[in-house]
């Protein structure tokens, strides 16, 4: 009988697991099997000497090379190593005495790799089965006394005490029991008669060492035979086999042969499996015949390195022996490498600098021996390289610098190749994100812009559009635009343009003048929207263009006063000769600005001509006697603009030699002169007192309507309406020619349909003042020319 083993594993409320630590960092637990889900292995932080929070700050995970399954997890919260997937000792183990699963602790942050060894303790969850719900048995009637029959002993997946530990028969008259090791023998310890029993059944009972105890059953049913005393022989007790993984199907693995000495049915032997469990009757059959092992399904080393088969010989009437048949699996490469990423920063900034690690990589391969090596690589032309750490754990760090502009997504394929014949590789693609920083300014699209507006242009037109590039992202690359401080003609420039801040179109604030100044520069300041913002700028020049608005000024003569400007022609002028000279000049500038002088209206129209743009008058011809004394010109200056403007202005020329020859100088000394110059003064007594009285009525009638009306334009005595002004004279708005800081003094006349003008100061410092023009005819001239057809003032402020 096997000897029992009497250690008792208590079971229930306290659970005792044993943890075991070196001194190089690695781990040992041991623990039964069967443990539910959640169950608490051992405590990790502690074991280590970690703070709690550490694991999880560290990202720890279980890694596991041997299997695909992870039957253990880390709970971080409590630094706990907890069963996370049902442990089946005798699934994962099978027979073996010591069941051990390989995990890894995988910490980062930085990498560290401690490697654990869980010790899978058995628990009685099996009980001991035979092969076979019956054994048939035949025995010679003949057999001596203290024969030994070998019986199939019973199978317990469970290990050490916890197997079949002993056996018991039930009681007959003829047999006992003999167990020695994994030999169960059934004994005739009282010769049978097979003419007084031909056939008994006996009851044999298989009981492991577990607590508590269980047990299987057989039937050995024994039939009484005539005499046959030589059982099979098999060639060999131990057979061998090398067999390569992935056989196809069919594949003699091995002959096992067996001899009997008998003769006839006692000597025909047979051949079959004896114990052995389901996995090896799915992958090998046995030819009952011939002893042929074939395959029948597949076979993976990674799987099962080795099988052991009992292989039984038995002979017509029932005799039979055993072998063992050890087939051993040999490893092909016919598994590639597989990369498993673990751990990916992602996005990255692209300032991150070179030799940074952005992930771990973990290669692992199932196969053996050569097979099983593995060479890591990455792809050309990306700024990352692999790195190895520790075991078969690869960083994946940056190479050189990164540039989101440039690239902002990579691709990064992995590639692993085994060393075996022919290699095996795979390959795995990381996708990694390059995160945007604000590394570039705006760049505008030009160096300079230029804008071109005409004079007068409406409040709000549009002058011009900048654009700038950013290439960063999102508000790294939103631009936004503004002008610069500054000032034009002692402004802000912020009161002669503005800018759109979203599209950088510029408009005009007012209305431009060319006749003030023809251009100015701005400075457009281009922003993102980065921490912090990054700017450039860029210079826009606005070009003011002239429009034809301002009409000729006629310098001289001048309509100033009530005077005539008179000219003397002498008697014995000729053809040809320089008589006087209309001078003027236009605030436009280009064509707007070329002035030419007609002559449009004439006492004589063929005695005098002026040049067409030097505004010179000269004679035609010789003067005559019959050439009437006094001749009055009305002469037109017309600028070149489209449309033209003009001015026109009188000339009076007197045709003398000497005032004295005058007839209306002389001193008169007949009645009817006196008469003539009484009745002078009388009228201009009568007006000088109308005027006085006008005047009085008009200052009472403006205290009057003060309180009621706007205020006319008033200057001097007499009240002149704004509007009778001439746009040359006057700034309304800011859109007129004329500075708004000059004035002006308006005379009127009593009676008189004119008004002459006096300038404070000139209008433009390129036009002569009015004390360097042509000097005026005396005023006593009035009288001589009161005849004309219409008064110079008059004509001056006509349109053309």
């Excluded at 009817?672 to 009525?697: G, R």
């Amino acid at each position: 009988m096997t000897s029992i083993f009497t250690v008792v594993l208590s079971w229930g409320f306290s659970l005792c697991i044993f943890w075991i630590h070196d001194a190089r960092g690695d781990m040992s637990y041991s623990f039964p099997e069967e443990m539910k889900r959640g169950s608490v292995i051992g405590n990790i932080a502690k074991d280590l000497g970690l703070q709690t929070g550490a694991l999880s700050t560290r990202r720890a995970r279980i890694d596991t090379e041997e299997s695909d399954k992870r039957y253990c997890d880390i709970n971080l919260a409590q630094g706990e190593l907890i069963v996370a997937e049902r442990i089946d000792r005798e699934g994962l183990c099978g027979e073996k005495v010591s069941c051990i699963l390989k995990q890894e602790l995988v910490l980062e942050d930085p990498l560290e790799l401690h490697r654990i060894t869980l010790h899978i303790q058995d628990i009685n969850d099996n009980s001991p089965e035979f092969n076979e719900n019956r054994i048939s048995l035949d025995i010679q009637e003949s057999a001596d006394r203290g024969a030994r029959f070998v019986i199939e002993e019973a199978h317990d997946a469970d290990v050490g005490q916890n197997a079949v530990q002993q056996y018991s028969l039930e009681n007959n008259d003829n047999f006992i029991l003999a167990a020695n090791g994994n030999t169960v023998e059934l004994v005739l310890d009282k010769e049978i008669d097979r003419e007084k029993q031909k056939e008994m059944n006996l009851l044999l009972t298989a009981i492991d060492g577990g607590s508590p105890r269980r047990s299987g059953t057989v039937i050995i049913h024994v039939t009484v035979l005539d005499a046959n005393d030589n059982a099979p022989v098999f060639s060999q007790a131990v057979y061998e086999a090398s067999l390569p993984e992935n056989s196809p199907l069919d594949t003699v693995v091995l002959t096992v042969s067996a001899a009997d000495a008998d003769e006839g049915v006692n000597g025909d032997v047979t051949y079959d499996f004896g114990r052995v469990n389901e996995d090896v009757r799915k992958k090998f059959s046995i030819d009952h015949k011939v002893g042929e092992i074939r395959v029948t399904g597949a076979v993976d080393y990674e799987e099962t390195a080795s099988y052991e088969i009992r292989v039984k010989a038995k002979d017509g009437l029932g005799l039979s022996s055993y072998a063992q048949v050890i087939i051993s699996i040999t490893d092909i490469n016919d598994n590639a490498p597989v990369v498993s990423l673990k751990s990916l920063t992602n996005p990255i900034p692209e300032d991150t600098p070179a030799g940074t690690k952005v992930g771990i990589i973990n290669v692992q391969d199932r196969d053996s021996g050569n097979n099983r090596q593995v060479r890591c690589s990455v792809q050309q032309n990306v700024p990352f390289k692999l790195v190895p750490s520790i075991k078969n754990y690869y960083s994946l760090v940056t190479t050189g610098l990164l540039d989101r502009e440039l690239v902002s997504d990579y691709n990064i394929t992995i590639t692993a190749t085994d060393e075996g014949s022919p290699p095996l590789s795979s390959s795995k693609t990381v996708q990694l994100s390059v995160a945007d920083i604000n590394d570039n300014p705006p760049v505008f699209e030009e160096q300079s812009y230029s804008a071109h507006v005409s004079e007068n242009n409406k409040p709000g037109s549009t002058l011009c559009s900048v654009s700038a590039r950013d290439p960063d992202w999102r508000q790294n690359g939103t631009v936004i635009y503004s002008l610069l401080p500054g000032e034009v003609n002692g402004a802000s420039v912020s009161s002669y343009l503005s800018v759109n801040g979203d599209t950088g179109v510029i408009h005009a604030v007012r209305s431009f003048d060319y006749e003030q100044f023809r251009s100015f520069k701005v400075h457009v300041l281009a922003r993102d929207n980065g921490s912090p913002p990054l700017s450039s700028n860029v210079n826009v020049s606005v070009f003011i263009s002239d429009v034809n608005d301002n009409s000729p000024q006629i310098l001289y003569p001048t309509p100033e006063g009530s005077s005539f400007m008179t000219e003397l022609v002498p008697k014995a002028a000729h053809g040809g000769s320089l008589v006087s000279k209309v001078i003027a000049v236009d605030a436009d500038s280009g064509q707007n600005a070329w002035l030419s002088y007609h002559i449009v209206k004439a006492t004589d129209p063929g005695l005098f001509t002026i040049g067409l743009h030097s505004g010179e008058i000269r004679t035609q011809r010789d003067i005559s006697e019959s050439d009437s004394m006094k001749q009055n010109l009305i002469v037109a200056v017309k600028d070149n603009g489209q449309p033209s403007l003009s001015a026109t202005c009188a000339m009076y020329l007197l045709i003398s030699d000497n005032l004295a020859e005058v007839p209306e100088l002389k001193d008169i000394s007949y009645d009817e002169k006196n008469s003539k110059l009484t009745s002078y003064l009388i009228i201009a007594l009568v007006s000088v007192s109308t005027f006085f009285l006008t005047f009085i009525i008009i200052i009472l009638g403006v205290r009057f309507c003060r309180r009621r009306k706007p205020r006319l334009l008033f200057d001097g005595a007499v009240a002149i309406p704004g509007a009778y002004l001439p746009p040359n004279y006057a700034d309304v708005d800011g859109t007129g020619t004329l500075r708004s800081a000059y004035n002006y003094d308006a005379y009127l006349t009593t009676g008189s349909r004119t008004s002459d003008f006096k300038f404070v100061s000139s209008y433009n410092d390129n036009t002569l003042p009015a004390d360097q023009t042509l000097k005026k005819s005396p005023t006593e001239f009035v009288d001589m020319f009161g005849d004309s057809d219409a008064s110079p003032e008059e004509d001056s402020h006509k349109p053309d």
